[in-house]
Protein backbone atom coordinates (compact mmCIF):
# COMPACT_ATOMS: atom_id res chain seq x y z
CA UNK A 1 0.00 0.00 0.00
CA UNK A 2 1.41 3.63 -1.02
CA UNK A 3 2.16 5.78 1.93
CA UNK A 4 0.69 9.19 1.10
CA UNK A 5 2.05 11.40 3.76
CA UNK A 6 5.46 13.26 2.71
CA UNK A 7 6.55 12.59 6.20
CA UNK A 8 5.88 8.99 7.00
CA UNK A 9 7.61 8.53 3.27
CA UNK A 10 10.56 10.11 4.51
CA UNK A 11 10.88 9.11 8.17
CA UNK A 12 10.10 4.99 6.74
CA UNK A 13 13.28 5.11 4.15
CA UNK A 14 15.73 7.21 6.41
CA UNK A 15 14.40 4.74 9.55
CA UNK A 16 15.27 1.81 6.87
CA UNK A 17 18.21 2.88 5.64
CA UNK A 18 19.08 3.96 9.70
CA UNK A 19 18.31 0.11 10.56
CA UNK A 20 20.05 -1.62 7.28
CA UNK A 21 23.40 0.74 8.18
CA UNK A 22 23.62 -0.10 11.84
CA UNK A 23 22.94 -3.89 10.95
CA UNK A 24 26.00 -3.71 8.52
CA UNK A 25 27.87 -1.66 10.56
CA UNK A 26 27.52 -4.34 13.52
CA UNK A 27 28.46 -7.12 11.48
CA UNK A 28 31.63 -5.84 9.89
CA UNK A 29 32.24 -4.58 13.10
CA UNK A 30 31.71 -7.70 14.91
CA UNK A 31 33.42 -9.58 12.20
CA UNK A 32 36.67 -7.67 11.96
CA UNK A 33 37.00 -7.77 15.95
CA UNK A 34 36.67 -11.60 15.59
CA UNK A 35 39.36 -11.71 13.17
CA UNK A 36 41.84 -9.22 15.36
CA UNK A 37 40.46 -11.55 18.36
CA UNK A 38 41.57 -14.49 16.40
CA UNK A 39 44.90 -13.28 15.56
CA UNK A 40 45.82 -12.09 19.21
CA UNK A 41 44.97 -15.77 20.46
CA UNK A 42 47.29 -17.16 18.11
CA UNK A 43 50.28 -14.78 18.38
CA UNK A 44 49.69 -15.60 22.20
CA UNK A 45 49.51 -19.23 21.37
CA UNK A 46 52.92 -18.92 19.36
CA UNK A 47 54.25 -16.64 22.28
CA UNK A 48 53.97 -19.50 24.59
CA UNK A 49 54.64 -22.56 22.13
CA UNK A 50 58.24 -20.52 22.04
CA UNK A 51 58.69 -20.14 25.42
CA UNK A 52 58.15 -23.86 25.80
CA UNK A 53 60.40 -24.82 23.30
CA UNK A 54 63.28 -22.28 25.18
CA UNK A 55 63.23 -24.05 28.11
CA UNK A 56 63.11 -27.85 27.17
CA UNK A 57 66.66 -29.45 26.31
CA UNK A 58 67.89 -32.50 26.13
CA UNK A 59 70.28 -33.32 29.13
CA UNK A 60 73.62 -35.68 29.39
CA UNK A 61 71.41 -38.90 29.88
CA UNK A 62 69.71 -37.49 26.30
CA UNK A 63 66.62 -37.07 28.13
CA UNK A 64 64.14 -34.01 27.59
CA UNK A 65 64.26 -32.19 30.57
CA UNK A 66 63.09 -28.30 31.71
CA UNK A 67 59.84 -26.77 33.28
CA UNK A 68 58.45 -24.36 31.04
CA UNK A 69 56.98 -21.14 33.44
CA UNK A 70 53.88 -19.53 31.33
CA UNK A 71 53.29 -17.23 33.70
CA UNK A 72 49.38 -18.71 33.65
CA UNK A 73 48.07 -20.97 36.52
CA UNK A 74 45.44 -22.37 33.89
CA UNK A 75 48.43 -24.92 32.56
CA UNK A 76 48.94 -25.99 36.21
CA UNK A 77 44.99 -26.81 36.90
CA UNK A 78 43.67 -29.75 35.55
CA UNK A 79 41.05 -29.85 32.68
CA UNK A 80 41.16 -26.19 31.67
CA UNK A 81 41.91 -26.27 28.51
CA UNK A 82 45.56 -24.87 28.52
CA UNK A 83 48.36 -27.54 28.28
CA UNK A 84 51.36 -27.73 26.14
CA UNK A 85 53.23 -31.07 25.41
CA UNK A 86 56.71 -32.29 24.38
CA UNK A 87 56.90 -35.14 22.35
CA UNK A 88 60.07 -36.60 21.25
CA UNK A 89 60.09 -37.79 17.77
CA UNK A 90 61.93 -40.51 15.87
CA UNK A 91 64.31 -42.52 17.03
CA UNK A 92 64.55 -40.20 20.37
CA UNK A 93 63.24 -42.63 23.25
CA UNK A 94 62.73 -40.65 25.70
CA UNK A 95 59.06 -39.94 28.38
CA UNK A 96 57.53 -37.02 27.25
CA UNK A 97 56.81 -33.83 28.99
CA UNK A 98 53.02 -32.79 29.88
CA UNK A 99 51.57 -29.74 31.76
CA UNK A 100 50.05 -30.55 34.63
CA UNK A 101 46.64 -29.63 34.12
CA UNK A 102 46.69 -32.22 31.16
CA UNK A 103 47.81 -34.93 32.98
CA UNK A 104 48.03 -38.71 31.63
CA UNK A 105 45.53 -37.86 29.32
CA UNK A 106 46.34 -37.91 24.86
CA UNK A 107 45.19 -34.80 23.24
CA UNK A 108 44.83 -35.49 19.44
CA UNK A 109 47.06 -34.59 16.88
CA UNK A 110 45.97 -33.29 13.42
CA UNK A 111 47.36 -34.49 10.40
CA UNK A 112 50.44 -33.05 8.41
CA UNK A 113 48.51 -33.53 5.28
CA UNK A 114 45.20 -31.62 6.45
CA UNK A 115 46.64 -28.80 8.30
CA UNK A 116 50.72 -28.14 6.79
CA UNK A 117 53.15 -25.81 8.49
CA UNK A 118 53.39 -22.48 7.28
CA UNK A 119 56.16 -20.82 6.48
CA UNK A 120 57.71 -20.14 9.86
CA UNK A 121 57.39 -24.28 10.50
CA UNK A 122 54.22 -23.28 13.10
CA UNK A 123 50.81 -24.71 12.26
CA UNK A 124 47.14 -24.18 13.69
CA UNK A 125 44.48 -26.65 14.29
CA UNK A 126 41.36 -26.88 16.42
CA UNK A 127 40.73 -30.38 18.44
CA UNK A 128 38.58 -31.64 21.53
CA UNK A 129 40.73 -32.55 24.30
CA UNK A 130 39.97 -35.42 26.48
CA UNK A 131 37.37 -33.70 28.51
CA UNK A 132 34.80 -31.58 26.17
CA UNK A 133 37.06 -28.23 26.01
CA UNK A 134 38.02 -27.03 22.05
CA UNK A 135 40.87 -26.02 22.01
CA UNK A 136 43.37 -23.92 19.60
CA UNK A 137 46.68 -26.04 19.22
CA UNK A 138 49.95 -24.44 17.90
CA UNK A 139 52.84 -26.91 17.08
CA UNK A 140 55.86 -27.02 16.13
CA UNK A 141 59.19 -29.30 15.57
CA UNK A 142 62.75 -28.67 16.88
CA UNK A 143 66.04 -30.26 16.57
CA UNK A 144 67.12 -29.96 19.98
CA UNK A 145 70.85 -30.99 19.83
CA UNK A 146 73.14 -31.98 17.45
CA UNK A 147 72.62 -35.27 17.86
CA UNK A 148 69.83 -34.57 15.87
CA UNK A 149 67.17 -35.31 18.55
CA UNK A 150 63.49 -33.77 17.18
CA UNK A 151 60.63 -33.39 19.64
CA UNK A 152 56.97 -31.97 18.97
CA UNK A 153 55.93 -28.93 21.16
CA UNK A 154 52.40 -28.29 21.36
CA UNK A 155 50.52 -25.74 23.39
CA UNK A 156 46.71 -25.63 23.21
CA UNK A 157 44.31 -22.56 24.84
CA UNK A 158 40.85 -22.99 25.61
CA UNK A 159 38.45 -21.56 22.88
CA UNK A 160 35.91 -21.11 25.26
CA UNK A 161 37.94 -18.08 26.54
CA UNK A 162 37.82 -16.81 22.62
CA UNK A 163 34.60 -17.20 22.45
CA UNK A 164 33.62 -15.91 25.43
CA UNK A 165 35.49 -12.30 24.63
CA UNK A 166 33.45 -12.38 20.80
CA UNK A 167 30.08 -12.89 22.76
CA UNK A 168 30.87 -10.19 25.10
CA UNK A 169 32.22 -7.60 22.62
CA UNK A 170 29.43 -8.01 20.43
CA UNK A 171 26.94 -7.87 23.42
CA UNK A 172 28.04 -4.62 24.12
CA UNK A 173 27.86 -3.32 20.51
CA UNK A 174 24.64 -4.50 20.00
CA UNK A 175 23.91 -2.33 22.92
CA UNK A 176 25.87 0.78 22.01
CA UNK A 177 24.76 0.46 18.90
CA UNK A 178 20.95 0.12 19.74
CA UNK A 179 21.38 3.20 22.06
CA UNK A 180 22.88 4.97 19.37
CA UNK A 181 20.50 3.80 16.70
CA UNK A 182 17.41 5.05 18.67
CA UNK A 183 18.94 8.21 19.65
CA UNK A 184 19.75 8.62 15.97
CA UNK A 185 16.03 7.56 14.67
CA UNK A 186 14.73 9.63 17.20
CA UNK A 187 17.06 12.81 16.16
CA UNK A 188 16.39 12.02 12.36
CA UNK A 189 12.81 12.52 12.94
CA UNK A 190 13.24 15.39 14.75
CA UNK A 191 14.76 17.03 12.22
CA UNK A 192 12.65 15.59 9.80
CA UNK A 193 9.69 16.56 11.08
CA UNK A 194 11.41 20.13 11.97
CA UNK A 195 12.46 20.62 8.07
CA UNK A 196 9.22 19.73 6.53
CA UNK A 197 6.93 21.81 8.94
CA UNK A 198 6.56 24.81 6.55
CA UNK A 199 4.96 22.21 3.89
CA UNK A 200 2.50 21.67 6.83
CA UNK A 201 2.20 24.80 6.99
CA UNK A 202 1.31 25.12 3.41
CA UNK A 203 -1.13 22.46 4.30
CA UNK A 204 -2.99 24.45 7.07
CA UNK A 205 -3.17 27.18 5.11
CA UNK A 206 -4.58 25.27 2.05
CA UNK A 207 -7.10 23.96 4.09
CA UNK A 208 -8.18 27.28 5.35
CA UNK A 209 -9.01 28.51 2.08
CA UNK A 210 -10.84 25.69 1.09
CA UNK A 211 -12.57 26.16 4.56
CA UNK A 212 -13.71 29.77 3.38
CA UNK A 213 -11.27 30.91 6.63
CA UNK A 214 -8.83 32.48 4.29
CA UNK A 215 -8.21 33.55 0.68
CA UNK A 216 -4.20 33.32 0.36
CA UNK A 217 -1.02 31.33 1.07
CA UNK A 218 -0.39 33.42 4.18
CA UNK A 219 3.27 33.24 6.98
CA UNK A 220 6.78 33.51 6.39
CA UNK A 221 8.05 30.49 4.16
CA UNK A 222 11.69 28.95 3.83
CA UNK A 223 13.22 30.04 0.12
CA UNK A 224 12.46 26.65 -1.24
CA UNK A 225 8.91 26.87 -0.44
CA UNK A 226 8.02 30.52 -0.93
CA UNK A 227 8.13 30.53 -4.89
CA UNK A 228 5.09 27.29 -4.63
CA UNK A 229 3.38 29.83 -2.07
CA UNK A 230 3.98 32.97 -4.77
CA UNK A 231 2.29 30.41 -7.50
CA UNK A 232 -0.49 29.51 -5.52
CA UNK A 233 -1.26 32.77 -4.84
CA UNK A 234 -0.87 33.98 -8.02
CA UNK A 235 -3.54 31.03 -9.05
CA UNK A 236 -6.33 31.79 -6.41
CA UNK A 237 -6.44 35.14 -7.44
CA UNK A 238 -6.31 34.60 -10.88
CA UNK A 239 -9.16 32.16 -10.18
CA UNK A 240 -11.05 34.63 -8.45
CA UNK A 241 -10.52 37.01 -10.94
CA UNK A 242 -11.61 34.73 -13.54
CA UNK A 243 -14.66 33.65 -11.46
CA UNK A 244 -15.72 37.47 -11.23
CA UNK A 245 -15.22 38.29 -14.53
CA UNK A 246 -17.65 35.43 -15.92
CA UNK A 247 -20.10 36.66 -13.39
CA UNK A 248 -19.93 40.15 -14.36
CA UNK A 249 -20.30 39.10 -18.13
CA UNK A 250 -23.09 37.03 -17.03
CA UNK A 251 -25.00 39.58 -15.23
CA UNK A 252 -24.00 42.02 -18.17
CA UNK A 253 -25.57 39.59 -21.05
CA UNK A 254 -28.77 38.72 -19.03
CA UNK A 255 -29.12 42.55 -17.82
CA UNK A 256 -29.15 43.70 -21.82
CA UNK A 257 -31.81 40.70 -22.71
CA UNK A 258 -34.13 41.62 -19.90
CA UNK A 259 -34.88 44.61 -21.53
CA UNK A 260 -36.17 43.12 -25.14
CA UNK A 261 -37.60 40.14 -23.80
CA UNK A 262 -39.51 42.76 -21.52
CA UNK A 263 -40.36 44.62 -24.98
CA UNK A 264 -41.66 41.44 -26.18
CA UNK A 265 -43.52 40.37 -23.67
CA UNK A 266 -45.53 43.95 -23.56
CA UNK A 267 -46.26 43.80 -27.24
CA UNK A 268 -47.83 40.11 -27.47
CA UNK A 269 -50.43 41.56 -25.07
CA UNK A 270 -51.73 44.16 -27.44
CA UNK A 271 -51.90 41.28 -30.35
CA UNK A 272 -54.80 39.00 -31.01
CA UNK A 273 -54.96 36.45 -28.54
CA UNK A 274 -54.01 33.36 -30.71
CA UNK A 275 -50.58 35.18 -31.73
CA UNK A 276 -50.24 36.75 -28.81
CA UNK A 277 -50.54 33.85 -26.50
CA UNK A 278 -48.10 31.65 -29.43
CA UNK A 279 -45.71 35.04 -29.00
CA UNK A 280 -45.94 35.15 -24.94
CA UNK A 281 -45.07 31.60 -24.74
CA UNK A 282 -42.18 31.30 -26.99
CA UNK A 283 -40.50 34.30 -25.36
CA UNK A 284 -40.90 31.92 -21.99
CA UNK A 285 -39.34 29.44 -23.63
CA UNK A 286 -36.61 32.27 -24.97
CA UNK A 287 -36.58 33.20 -21.33
CA UNK A 288 -36.07 30.14 -19.72
CA UNK A 289 -33.72 29.30 -22.01
CA UNK A 290 -31.26 32.25 -21.50
CA UNK A 291 -31.27 31.81 -18.04
CA UNK A 292 -30.58 28.10 -18.54
CA UNK A 293 -27.10 29.02 -20.29
CA UNK A 294 -26.33 31.79 -18.62
CA UNK A 295 -26.34 29.80 -15.96
CA UNK A 296 -24.39 26.70 -17.43
CA UNK A 297 -21.30 29.57 -18.17
CA UNK A 298 -21.38 30.77 -14.80
CA UNK A 299 -20.69 27.72 -13.13
CA UNK A 300 -18.32 26.16 -15.88
CA UNK A 301 -16.65 29.72 -14.49
CA UNK A 302 -16.72 28.95 -11.68
CA UNK A 303 -17.22 25.44 -10.42
CA UNK A 304 -13.53 24.05 -9.86
CA UNK A 305 -12.43 26.98 -7.81
CA UNK A 306 -12.18 26.08 -4.23
CA UNK A 307 -13.59 28.59 -2.87
CA UNK A 308 -17.44 27.71 -3.96
CA UNK A 309 -19.01 26.28 -0.68
CA UNK A 310 -22.28 26.53 0.63
CA UNK A 311 -23.18 25.26 3.96
CA UNK A 312 -26.17 22.45 3.81
CA UNK A 313 -28.04 22.90 7.00
CA UNK A 314 -28.77 26.86 6.89
CA UNK A 315 -28.99 26.91 3.26
CA UNK A 316 -31.78 24.20 3.06
CA UNK A 317 -33.60 25.26 5.78
CA UNK A 318 -33.97 28.31 4.33
CA UNK A 319 -35.63 26.25 1.25
CA UNK A 320 -37.71 24.11 3.41
CA UNK A 321 -39.21 27.40 5.10
CA UNK A 322 -40.36 28.86 1.51
CA UNK A 323 -41.91 25.35 0.70
CA UNK A 324 -43.90 25.59 3.67
CA UNK A 325 -45.19 28.77 3.44
CA UNK A 326 -46.18 28.29 -0.28
CA UNK A 327 -47.60 24.88 0.20
CA UNK A 328 -49.30 25.21 4.18
CA UNK A 329 -51.03 21.80 3.27
CA UNK A 330 -48.07 19.86 3.01
CA UNK A 331 -45.89 18.80 5.39
CA UNK A 332 -42.32 19.18 4.19
CA UNK A 333 -39.53 17.52 6.52
CA UNK A 334 -35.67 17.75 6.90
CA UNK A 335 -33.04 15.77 7.82
CA UNK A 336 -29.25 16.31 7.54
CA UNK A 337 -26.70 13.89 9.13
CA UNK A 338 -24.15 14.80 9.82
CA UNK A 339 -25.51 18.23 10.58
CA UNK A 340 -21.78 20.20 9.48
CA UNK A 341 -21.96 19.06 5.65
CA UNK A 342 -20.77 21.47 3.12
CA UNK A 343 -21.46 21.73 -0.46
CA UNK A 344 -18.46 22.43 -2.99
CA UNK A 345 -21.16 24.76 -4.87
CA UNK A 346 -22.57 28.27 -5.68
CA UNK A 347 -25.63 29.17 -2.86
CA UNK A 348 -27.60 29.86 -5.95
CA UNK A 349 -26.97 26.42 -7.53
CA UNK A 350 -27.79 24.96 -4.87
CA UNK A 351 -31.32 27.20 -4.41
CA UNK A 352 -31.62 26.38 -7.98
CA UNK A 353 -31.24 22.41 -7.77
CA UNK A 354 -32.82 21.67 -4.76
CA UNK A 355 -35.76 23.99 -4.79
CA UNK A 356 -37.00 22.82 -7.90
CA UNK A 357 -37.26 19.45 -7.10
CA UNK A 358 -39.08 20.30 -3.61
CA UNK A 359 -41.23 22.41 -5.71
CA UNK A 360 -41.69 19.13 -8.29
CA UNK A 361 -42.62 17.09 -4.93
CA UNK A 362 -44.78 19.51 -3.20
CA UNK A 363 -46.71 19.95 -6.36
CA UNK A 364 -47.40 16.29 -6.56
CA UNK A 365 -47.32 15.23 -3.29
CA UNK A 366 -50.45 13.96 -1.30
CA UNK A 367 -49.94 15.09 2.04
CA UNK A 368 -45.54 14.94 2.73
CA UNK A 369 -42.36 15.94 1.35
CA UNK A 370 -38.92 14.31 2.80
CA UNK A 371 -35.49 15.87 2.11
CA UNK A 372 -32.71 13.89 3.22
CA UNK A 373 -29.01 14.63 3.33
CA UNK A 374 -25.94 12.40 3.85
CA UNK A 375 -22.47 11.84 2.94
CA UNK A 376 -22.34 9.76 -0.05
CA UNK A 377 -21.73 5.77 0.25
CA UNK A 378 -20.72 4.88 -3.06
CA UNK A 379 -17.31 3.42 -3.47
CA UNK A 380 -17.45 3.38 -7.19
CA UNK A 381 -18.86 7.20 -7.52
CA UNK A 382 -16.06 8.37 -5.45
CA UNK A 383 -12.93 5.89 -6.45
CA UNK A 384 -13.62 7.61 -10.36
CA UNK A 385 -13.51 10.95 -9.18
CA UNK A 386 -11.40 10.90 -6.67
CA UNK A 387 -13.76 13.38 -4.10
CA UNK A 388 -16.03 13.33 -1.45
CA UNK A 389 -19.48 13.64 -2.22
CA UNK A 390 -23.27 14.34 -0.48
CA UNK A 391 -26.51 12.72 -1.35
CA UNK A 392 -29.96 14.79 -1.33
CA UNK A 393 -32.57 12.73 -1.30
CA UNK A 394 -36.20 14.65 -2.05
CA UNK A 395 -39.30 12.12 -1.49
CA UNK A 396 -42.90 12.66 -1.51
CA UNK A 397 -46.12 10.51 -1.33
CA UNK A 398 -47.31 11.24 -4.73
CA UNK A 399 -48.14 8.59 -7.22
CA UNK A 400 -44.83 8.15 -8.47
CA UNK A 401 -43.44 7.39 -12.02
CA UNK A 402 -42.69 4.34 -13.85
CA UNK A 403 -39.28 3.73 -15.96
CA UNK A 404 -41.14 5.38 -19.49
CA UNK A 405 -42.54 8.09 -17.30
CA UNK A 406 -39.09 9.20 -15.89
CA UNK A 407 -37.04 8.52 -18.89
CA UNK A 408 -39.64 11.32 -20.59
CA UNK A 409 -39.64 13.77 -17.29
CA UNK A 410 -35.99 14.10 -18.17
CA UNK A 411 -36.18 15.50 -21.24
CA UNK A 412 -36.29 19.17 -21.99
CA UNK A 413 -39.95 20.98 -21.75
CA UNK A 414 -41.37 17.76 -21.54
CA UNK A 415 -44.33 17.75 -19.09
CA UNK A 416 -46.37 14.78 -17.45
CA UNK A 417 -48.90 16.60 -15.81
CA UNK A 418 -50.20 19.82 -18.32
CA UNK A 419 -53.30 20.32 -15.76
CA UNK A 420 -50.23 22.22 -13.06
CA UNK A 421 -48.46 25.14 -14.30
CA UNK A 422 -45.09 25.21 -15.01
CA UNK A 423 -42.96 25.08 -18.35
CA UNK A 424 -41.41 21.24 -18.08
CA UNK A 425 -38.04 22.50 -17.94
CA UNK A 426 -37.30 22.28 -14.15
CA UNK A 427 -35.91 18.73 -14.13
CA UNK A 428 -33.58 19.59 -17.34
CA UNK A 429 -32.15 22.37 -15.63
CA UNK A 430 -31.48 20.49 -12.52
CA UNK A 431 -29.71 17.59 -14.71
CA UNK A 432 -27.43 20.94 -16.22
CA UNK A 433 -26.62 22.84 -13.29
CA UNK A 434 -25.90 18.91 -11.22
CA UNK A 435 -23.64 17.54 -14.14
CA UNK A 436 -21.38 20.86 -14.64
CA UNK A 437 -20.32 19.75 -10.84
CA UNK A 438 -19.74 16.17 -12.50
CA UNK A 439 -22.89 15.07 -9.75
CA UNK A 440 -25.83 12.64 -10.75
CA UNK A 441 -29.72 13.03 -10.70
CA UNK A 442 -31.47 9.77 -10.66
CA UNK A 443 -35.67 9.31 -10.25
CA UNK A 444 -36.91 6.27 -9.17
CA UNK A 445 -40.12 4.77 -7.61
CA UNK A 446 -40.39 4.79 -3.84
CA UNK A 447 -41.25 1.32 -2.08
CA UNK A 448 -44.18 2.74 0.06
CA UNK A 449 -45.08 4.82 -2.99
CA UNK A 450 -44.20 8.36 -4.93
CA UNK A 451 -41.34 9.44 -6.58
CA UNK A 452 -37.49 9.59 -5.29
CA UNK A 453 -35.03 12.25 -6.49
CA UNK A 454 -31.59 11.46 -5.77
CA UNK A 455 -28.85 14.07 -6.02
CA UNK A 456 -25.39 13.55 -5.83
CA UNK A 457 -23.91 16.57 -5.33
CA UNK A 458 -19.55 17.42 -4.67
CA UNK A 459 -18.60 18.35 -1.05
CA UNK A 460 -16.05 20.56 0.49
CA UNK A 461 -13.14 19.30 1.88
Known amino acids: MAIRSLTARVLAVSTVWAVVALVVIGVVISALYRQGSERGFKDLLRAQLFNVVNSISVNEKTVLAGSPQLGDLRFSQPQTGWYWIVDPIGEFDTPPLISTSLGNAKLPIASVDEVPFDTGYVRFYTT ?3 FGNEVEVAETEVVLDIQGHTARFRVAGNRDVLEADINRFTRNLTIALSIFGLGGLGMNALTILFGLRPL ?60 PIAVLLNEARVLEASHGELVRNQVDAMQMQVQSYLGRARIAAQRESILARTEAQPALERLVRVMRKLNPEKEVHLSINPPGLVLAMELQDVEETVGNLLENAARHAKGEVWLNVRPATNEEHAKETGRQWIVLDVDDDGAGLDPDQIALAMKRGKRLDESKPGTGLGLSIVSEIVREYQGTLTLSRREEGGLRAELVLPAAV
Not at 209 to 229: H, K, N, T, V, Y
Open 128 to 130: KDP
Open 200 to 259: DQVRRSLEKIRAGESERLDGAFPREIQPLANEVNALIDSNRRIVERARMQVGNLAHSLKT
